[in-house]
C-alpha cells in the first residue's frame, strides 16, 4: 500500500539524493554513508520517498531493501543512489549537531537550510560533526531515545530578533557584541590558510573557551574577581560544556548589567562612538550638530560630559528627515528598549540615538560626503 501521502512524496533518487550525499561526504559522513551500502532501498519501495508537505521530507524506507552491492559511495558517481538508512543515519548526525527535536534520519526544509552555510562556515559546521561524531563513539551503546532526550535538553538557539526581545536591546547593539564575540575567536593552528574564523548565528554558532571568555570579560569588567568569574561562568554556562556560545554570552552581559558601550555616568567619547561604529569621525560629528539643532532654543548639548537628553518625538521626527526610508515602528521599539537603561526617561542623549540609528541605511550621497580617504 506504501506510506499515507506517497502521492505527495518526490522520487528517493536523482540528483538532490546525489547532493546530498556529496554534502555528508564533505562533512566527514563517509563510514556512515558507505556503512550500509548493501541496504540500498528499492525503486518499487513506495515509502522511500522525498515528501513535499510543506516542509519538504526526505525519508528511507523499511519495507523494501536491494543488494545492489555494486554500487560505490563516491565523490564522482553516486548519481544512481537510493535514499537508504546509511543516508538516513547520517542526516541524524547532522540532527544531532543542530538540536533538533527528533534525531529520526528524515531531512526537513527548515534544517537543511540551516546546513547549508556559506563557505566561510562550512569548517565550523565540519567541526562540529565531527564532534558529535566522538561523542558517539564515546557512547556506542546510546539509543535513539538517549539522541531524543539530548536534543530536548539542548533547545535551538534563540534568533537575534528573540534575544534582542529578551534582553531589552537594539539590534544594532546585538550586533556590536556579535562583533565583539567575533574578534575574539581563534583561527585554526593547524592550517595557516584557514578563513578567518566567524560566527554563523544563530545557524552555525562559534563558541569561546573558558580563558577565551575571562580575557573578553576582563576587557569590559576589569575589576571582575577570578572567583567572581567562575562562579558566573558556572551559572552561564547551562549545559556544562565548558564553552560559550554567543547567547551565552550576551546573557552575560545582560545579567553583569554591563553597557559596553559606556554608562548614564560615562558617556562615549566621539571618536570612541566613531570607532565603535566604524564611521568616519566627520560623520559622527555631523549626526551631532543635527541633533543639536533639534533641540530647544537656548539648550545646549555638551555631550560626553553634560548631555542632554533628546525627547522621543523630536528623535522620531530627527531619525526619519536623516533616513528617508526608516521603519518608525521599528525605531519606536527600539526606543524603548534604550529607555529602560537611560538617564532620563522619555529622553535619549546622543550616544543612544545613534545606537537606535541603522547608520547602513543613511543616504549614500551623506555617507560619500563623509566618506574616509
Same mark, same amino acid.
Request: glycine share 6%; proline share 6%.
Given at each position: 500500500?506504501?506510506?499515507?501521502?506517497?502521492?505527495?512524496?518526490?522520487?528517493?533518487?536523482?540528483?538532490?539524493?546525489?547532493?546530498?550525499?556529496?554534502?555528508?561526504?564533505?562533512?566527514?559522513?563517509?563510514?556512515?554513508?558507505?556503512?550500509?551500502?548493501?541496504?540500498?532501498?528499492?525503486?518499487?519501495?513506495?515509502?522511500?520517498?522525498?515528501?513535499?508537505?510543506?516542509?519538504?521530507?526526505?525519508?528511507?524506507?523499511?519495507?523494501?531493501?536491494?543488494?545492489?552491492?555494486?554500487?560505490?559511495?563516491?565523490?564522482?558517481?553516486?548519481?544512481?543512489?537510493?535514499?537508504?538508512?546509511?543516508?538516513?543515519?547520517?542526516?541524524?548526525?547532522?540532527?544531532?549537531?543542530?538540536?533538533?527535536?527528533?534525531?529520526?534520519?528524515?531531512?526537513?526544509?527548515?534544517?537543511?537550510?540551516?546546513?547549508?552555510?556559506?563557505?566561510? *562556515?562550512?569548517? $565550523?559546521? +565540519?567541526?562540529?560533526?565531527?564532534?558529535? @561524531?566522538?561523542?558517539?563513539?564515546?557512547? #556506542? %551503546?546510546? &539509543? /535513539?531515545?538517549?539522541?531524543?532526550?539530548?536534543?530536548?535538553?539542548?533547545?535551538?538557539?534563540?534568533?537575534?530578533?528573540?534575544?534582542?526581545?529578551?534582553? *531589552?536591546?537594539? $539590534?544594532? +547593539?546585538?550586533?556590536?557584541?556579535?562583533? @565583539?564575540?567575533?574578534?575574539?575567536?581563534? #583561527? %585554526?593552528? &593547524? /592550517?595557516?590558510?584557514?578563513?578567518?574564523?566567524?560566527?554563523?548565528?544563530?545557524?552555525?554558532?562559534?563558541?569561546?573557551?573558558?580563558?577565551?571568555?575571562?580575557?573578553?570579560?576582563?576587557?569590559?569588567?576589569?575589576?571582575?574577581?577570578?572567583?567572581?568569574?567562575?562562579?558566573?561562568?558556572?551559572?552561564? &554556562?547551562?549545559?556544562?560544556?565548558?564553552?560559550?556560545?554567543?547567547?551565552?554570552?550576551?546573557?552575560?552581559?545582560?545579567?553583569?548589567?554591563?553597557?559596553?558601550?559606556?554608562?548614564?555616568?560615562?558617556?562615549?567619547?566621539?571618536?570612541?562612538?566613531?570607532?565603535?561604529?566604524?564611521?568616519?569621525?566627520?560623520?559622527?560629528?555631523?549626526?551631532?550638530?543635527?541633533?543639536?539643532?533639534?533641540?530647544?532654543?537656548?539648550?545646549?548639548?555638551?555631550?560626553?560630559?553634560?548631555?542632554?537628553?533628546?525627547?522621543?518625538?523630536?528623535?522620531?521626527?530627527?531619525?526619519?528627515?536623516?533616513?528617508?526610508?526608516?521603519?518608525?515602528?521599528?525605531?519606536?521599539?527600539?526606543?524603548?528598549?534604550?529607555?529602560?537603561?537611560?538617564?532620563?526617561?522619555?529622553?535619549?542623549?546622543?550616544?543612544?540615538?545613534?545606537?537606535?540609528?541603522?547608520?547602513?541605511?543613511?543616504?549614500?550621497?551623506?555617507?560619500?560626503?563623509?566618506?574616509?580617504?
Amino acid at each position: 500500500e506504501g506510506d499515507v501521502g506517497y502521492e505527495l512524496e518526490a522520487k528517493p533518487q536523482g540528483s538532490h539524493i546525489a547532493l546530498l550525499v556529496e554534502l555528508f561526504l564533505l562533512l566527514g559522513l563517509s563510514g556512515i554513508v558507505s556503512e550500509d551500502e548493501e541496504d540500498c532501498v528499492s525503486p518499487t519501495s513506495p515509502g522511500a520517498g522525498v515528501s513535499s508537505m510543506g516542509t519538504g521530507l526526505i525519508r528511507a524506507s523499511t519495507k523494501a531493501k536491494g543488494t545492489a552491492k555494486e554500487k560505490e559511495t563516491s565523490p564522482k558517481d553516486h548519481g544512481g543512489r537510493y535514499w537508504d538508512e546509511g543516508l538516513a543515519k547520517a542526516w541524524a548526525v547532522i540532527q544531532r549537531v543542530h538540536h533538533a527535536d527528533l534525531a529520526d534520519g528524515v531531512v526537513d526544509g527548515e534544517l537543511l537550510k540551516q546546513v547549508l552555510v556559506p563557505p566561510v *562556515g562550512f569548517n $565550523m559546521l +565540519r567541526a562540529k560533526v565531527e564532534y558529535e @561524531l566522538e561523542r558517539q563513539m564515546e557512547r #556506542p %551503546d546510546a &539509543d /535513539d531515545d538517549d539522541h531524543v532526550r539530548m536534543n530536548l535538553s539542548n533547545p535551538a538557539k534563540p534568533t537575534k530578533e528573540q534575544l534582542c526581545i529578551r534582553l *531589552g536591546m537594539t $539590534m544594532s +547593539r546585538l550586533d556590536w557584541l556579535h562583533k @565583539l564575540f567575533e574578534s575574539y575567536l581563534q #583561527p %585554526d593552528s &593547524d /592550517d595557516p590558510n584557514a578563513p578567518a574564523p566567524c560566527c554563523l548565528y544563530p545557524e552555525c554558532p562559534a563558541s569561546l573557551d573558558k580563558e577565551q571568555m575571562r580575557t573578553l570579560v576582563t576587557e569590559v569588567e576589569p575589576n571582575l574577581s577570578r572567583a567572581e568569574f567562575e562562579a558566573r561562568f558556572t551559572r552561564i &554556562d547551562k549545559d556544562g560544556s565548558g564553552m560559550i556560545e554567543f547567547d551565552e554570552f550576551a546573557m552575560w552581559i545582560h545579567s553583569s548589567e554591563i553597557r559596553i558601550a559606556g554608562n548614564a555616568a560615562c558617556k562615549m567619547t566621539f571618536e570612541e562612538i566613531a570607532n565603535r561604529y566604524q564611521e568616519p569621525l566627520d560623520l559622527i560629528m555631523y549626526l551631532h550638530t543635527c541633533f543639536q539643532d533639534e533641540l530647544p532654543d537656548g539648550v545646549e548639548d555638551c555631550y560626553p560630559e553634560e548631555p542632554e537628553g533628546l525627547p522621543k518625538a523630536d528623535a522620531v521626527r530627527l531619525a526619519q528627515s536623516l533616513i528617508p526610508n526608516l521603519d518608525t515602528k521599528e525605531f519606536k521599539e527600539n526606543f524603548e528598549f534604550v529607555d529602560e537603561h537611560s538617564r532620563q526617561r522619555g529622553h535619549c542623549d546622543f550616544d543612544e540615538f545613534v545606537e537606535l540609528l541603522d547608520l547602513d541605511d543613511l543616504p549614500a550621497e551623506l555617507r560619500d560626503r563623509f566618506e574616509e580617504n
